[in-house]
């Protein structure tokens, strides 16, 4: 009887484990098809709930353990690789003929000129004065070209600043005696102009017509023709000044009527 008695309860109490491991299943089945994890093969509920637990961590991303999942989810966020910025070298692409000189601005001379759509080698710039300093091709000198004339492209940000120095120390002598010859029509006048090169430390020389720069002219010139599309019987003044980095001289002026 007494055996009879713990065979019924042994009984019992296994059919109780059978039921709570048979709902504990249930309700992670339902679970994982909550998460749309797809139901498990086996038919034995103990390993029906192993693999709905392990699939569970998985989907939130947890560690399983086991071995029951061999993978383990891979972080979106790796750690980056570094990447080492590259810079374009500095290009100056000039927009229309333009002159190249020793320093900023119109007193310093030219050294050279370049025509509309040249790419230059830029190595310096002078914000100040707005000028760009590139390198003369074919040669290892530089000049000066003024910033409306030209385009920068390429890493010109990092290029060093340049302050130019003066190497005159005086404005160059006033030129000498100016004279003029002129041919005129009902449209226009022709007038050639002369003076004496007397300065010995100009950069060049520039001469004017009505007080408007016509000409821009190299060291050691003494000679000038011009010709204005101007109405018969306009009056016309022309004047010539000789300059350097430090300035320009007085000017000579001559004025005269066509008629």
Not at 37 to 60: F, H, K, N, Y
Not at 111 to 127: C, I, P, Q, R
């Amino acid at each position: 009887m007494t055996r009879r008695a713990d065979g019924v309860a042994g009984a019992s109490k296994k059919a109780g484990l059978g039921i709570r491991i048979f709902a504990g299943a249930l309700i992670l089945t339902g679970l994982g098809c909550t998460l749309g994890l797809p139901a498990p093969a086996s038919s034995d509920p103990r390993d029906a709930a192993a693999t709905i637990v392990a699939m569970t961590l998985q989907a939130q991303g947890l560690p399983t353990s086991e071995g029951l999942i061999a993978s383990t989810p891979t972080s979106a966020f790796a750690s980056p690789v570094p990447v080492t910025p590259t810079f374009s070298r500095p290009i100056l692409f000039i927009n229309s003929n333009a002159n190249c000189r020793e320093g900023p601005g119109s007193d310093f001379k030219v050294v050279t000129s370049f025509a509309s759509g040249t790419s230059l080698e830029m190595v310096g710039k002078d914000s100040a004065d707005s000028y760009w300093i590139v390198r003369i091709p074919g040669a290892t000198d530089t000049c000066w070209i003024a910033a409306e004339f030209a385009t920068p492209g390429g890493d010109y940000e990092s290029l060093p600043e340049v302050t130019p120095q003066a190497v005159a120390k005086d404005v160059p002598s006033r030129p000498g005696s100016l004279f003029y010859n002129y041919f005129c029509d009902n449209t226009s006048v022709t007038t050639t102009l002369t003076w004496t090169d007397t300065a010995n430390n100009e950069n060049g020389y520039r001469v004017y017509r009505l007080g408007a720069v016509v000409a821009d002219l190299p060291a050691n010139s003494a000679a000038y023709t011009d010709t204005a599309n101007v109405p018969f019987g306009t009056p016309l003044s022309f004047s010539v000044e000789a300059y350097n980095e430090v300035g320009p001289s007085q000017q000579r002026t001559v004025n005269f009527t066509c008629q």
